[in-house]
Structure formats: structure tokens, C-alpha cells
């Protein structure tokens, strides 16, 4: 099975700062990549697939870049809707799945 | 605007079993793949199964293979998950999610909003 490593697992960030989550992938997956964001009490919902495709809706603050085994998530400038548990998912083969969470704060 | 409703969850004991349903609407799912994925307390997510839009190739995380049995009714616009031979470790939210795209495996969109299951004596 293919793991996802995400980095780090929790941060905390002023508003209005650039954050970063990496995902690293234990062999390559091109760019078979998700990112969700998870807010508490709710299902997850996309904001980035194909490592890099913003999602219908998705505020142009959220990106994606990568491929094949290092992908980063990045808010350009951290808003308190925003506080929420990012994960990547790795579409490549079948098991499908997740890296471990970013738990994102406000400080 | 596509919506995914979970029902079928609750408490079980060890060894019990227990039958989940997804119902969608808006759209329909003949011809998307379909996915089961859980979330322990606390956790992160897990891969739980897959079925295909046909219903004719499935496959399962190693963790519930054997015990959980995933199907679908297109004609319905269901999806299932028989659960047997629960354990503690089991107890998580599950959602039905389906594959945004048609074709070959890709991402969860949208999500359900989740039925919990509990297994515990």
C-alpha cells in the first residue's frame, strides 16, 4: 500500500500568514492527489485534486503543487474559516488512501 | 446538487453485525464508482471498500476484508455495507462517498454526512 506522510501535524498561524503542508507519498503517484479539508463535526469536502486543480468554489487562496512523491498544500493567507484538519488522499491504486491530518489553528 | 444520506448505524456488540445504507439524490449513481470510509473518533480517515458503478468488481481494506461486504442498487440509487464479526476497533463515523468521475479510481466527492457506529459490550 502506498503511504502518505503529511507534515506537519498540527501548526498554528496569524491571519493573514502563507502556511504550507507537505505531503510525501512512499513511491510515485504522478499526480493522483487530493487535498479535503475537514471541519470539526463535518464530512471532509475537496479543495485540490490532480495535485493542483482548485475545485469548483474553492477560495483562490488555497493551491496545490507536485508530483510523484512530494506535494505541498499552501493558504496564501490564513483566514479564521480556515481553522480545520487538511488531509491528502493518493488516487493512484487501490488501497486508497490518506495521510495522517494538519490540525490548522489561529493564533 | 447531489446529496449523500447515511442511516444504519448505532450500537453493536463484539462479534454483532450491522447493515448501512447511503441513499443519493440528485443525481444519479449507475455510473460512478462508489466508496465506504470511515473515521475512529478522534482519527484521521480510512479507506473502508469500493464497488464499481456496474457492481461487478469490489475490493476492501485489508483491516475489513473478509467481514464487510459492500453492494449497491442502482435501480434504488442505494448503497450498502454489511458489517459482521464487529469489533471495538470498528467504532468510527462511516461515510459513503462517491468517485467524482467516472472511470478508474480518482477522488471522494461529495461526502455523506456520516452514520456513527459504536461496537461495544
Known amino acids: 500500500a502506498i503511504q502518505l506522510t503529511q507534515s506537519p501535524s498540527s501548526l498554528s498561524g496569524f491571519v493573514g500568514e502563507k502556511i504550507s503542508i507537505t505531503c510525501r507519498a512512499s513511491?510515485?503517484?504522478?499526480?493522483?492527489l487530493v487535498w479535503y479539508q475537514q471541519k470539526p463535526g463535518k464530512a471532509p469536502e475537496v479543495l485540490i485534486y490532480?495535485?493542483?486543480t482548485r475545485a469548483g468554489g474553492v477560495p483562490s487562496r488555497f493551491s496545490g503543487s507536485g508530483s510523484w512523491t512530494e506535494f505541498t498544500l499552501t493558504i496564501s493567507s490564513l483566514q479564521s474559516e480556515d481553522v480545520a484538519t487538511y488531509y491528502c488522499?493518493?488516487?493512484?491504486?487501490?488501497?486508497?488512501?490518506f495521510g495522517g491530518g494538519t490540525k490548522v489553528e489561529i493564533k | 446538487q447531489v446529496q449523500l444520506v447515511e442511516s444504519g448505524g448505532g450500537v453493536v456488540q463484539p462479534g454483532g453485525s450491522l447493515r448501512l445504507s447511503c441513499e443519493a439524490s440528485g443525481l444519479s449513481l449507475r455510473m460512478f464508482g462508489m466508496n465506504w470510509v470511515r473515521q475512529a473518533p478522534g482519527k484521521g480517515l480510512e479507506w473502508v471498500a469500493f464497488i464499481r458503478y456496474d457492481g461487478n468488481e469490489r475490493d476492501y481494506a485489508d483491516s475489513v476484508k473478509g467481514r464487510f461486504t459492500v453492494s449497491r442498487d442502482n435501480s434504488k440509487n442505494m448503497l450498502y455495507l454489511e458489517m459482521s464479526s464487529l469489533r471495538p476497533d470498528d467504532t468510527a463515523m462511516y461515510y459513503c462517498?462517491?468517485?467524482?468521475?467516472?472511470?478508474?479510481?480518482?477522488?471522494?466527492?461529495?461526502w455523506g454526512q456520516g452514520t456513527l457506529v459504536i461496537v461495544s459490550s
Open positions: 462517498a462517491k468517485f467524482a468521475v467516472t472511470g478508474k479510481e480518482n477522488w471522494f466527492d461529495p
Open positions: 488522499q493518493q488516487f493512484s491504486s487501490f488501497p486508497l488512501t
Open positions: 490532480d495535485a493542483s
Open positions: 513511491q510515485g503517484i504522478a499526480s493522483s
